[in-house]
């Protein structure tokens, strides 16, 4: 099957796999005001990783991991928070550090570096936030930067991984907006981008047709609207 890439708003994703994998980024489903409500309810869910410990981000993780009992990738201390205080099921190998990688049935996550912070909401210490780059069964790879700024090391995530696809926070304020997002996308080299962590709020003010404008020759700035997919 076709894989594909799916936008629920704000910095959701879903990646259909072409092995029939279903893997949800950073599932804030219910209470995101920009997720399609048919999106919000999943029929199924394999895999979920996440960047970073914010309520925008972890979204539904817990609930979803009662209902489908799926495994979640996460860096260290987040993933042992999730075990500790809402008894997702310990295992350790799901919980790496920046640089470390999780296999599981073909699917491999990479923990990246990302420039923000992470909390829980009683302001609890859930380690650094990271990126993920996301390679799939047939070695397609996408970065997901997470929340952050740019920053110059994202020319090391371009020499060790490779992306075929980067999906960047544009929004300003709590990220960066497009004019840093046109820089990394220098720095990491590829040639398509999706966009997000825009226009969930009015704070978050940054567009795609500003990136647009801004981004290097030749690369495409994927306009995808919430619920809508890509190929990738």
């Keep these: 099957m076709a894989a594909s890439l799916t936008w ?11 092995g029939g994998k279903r893997i949800y980024v950073d599932p804030w489903l219910t209470g995101n005001p920009k997720c399609p409500e048919n999106e919000q309810t999943p029929e199924r869910v394999d895999l979920i990783a996440i960047t970073h410990g914010h309520g925008d ?7 979803l991991v009662k209902r489908f009992d799926c495994p979640v990738v996460a860096l260290v201390e987040l993933r042992d928070w999730l075990t500790i205080k809402h008894d997702v099921p310990e295992h350790q190998e799901h919980g790496p550090g920046k640089g470390g990688t999780v296999e599981i049935d073909g699917i491999a996550i990479t923990l990246t570096d990302a420039n923000h912070s992470s909390s829980g909401p009683e302001l609890e210490y859930l380690g650094e936030p990271a990126g993920l780059v996301i390679r799939l069964e047939d070695g397609y790879a996408t970065y997901f930067a997470g929340d952050t700024n740019v920053f110059g090391d994202m020319a090391l995530i371009r020499r060790l991984y490779e992306p075929d696809l980067a999906v960047l926070p544009i929004g ?3 990220t960066m907006g497009p004019r840093e997002a046109a820089v990394a996308l220098e720095l990491l080299g590829v040639k398509r981008c999706v966009p997000c962590h825009f226009g969930t709020f009015p704070l978050l003010r940054g567009t ?6 801004l981004a290097p020759a030749g690369v495409e700035v994927v306009d995808v609207e919430p619920g809508g997919t890509i190929e990738l």
């Design 57 to 63: 981000h972890v979204g539904d993780t817990v609930e």
């Design 8 to 18: 629920l708003g704000h910095a959701s994703f879903r990646i259909d796999s072409p």
């Design 172 to 174: 300003d304020h709590y």
């Design 208 to 213: 795609p047709a500003e990136l647009r404008e």
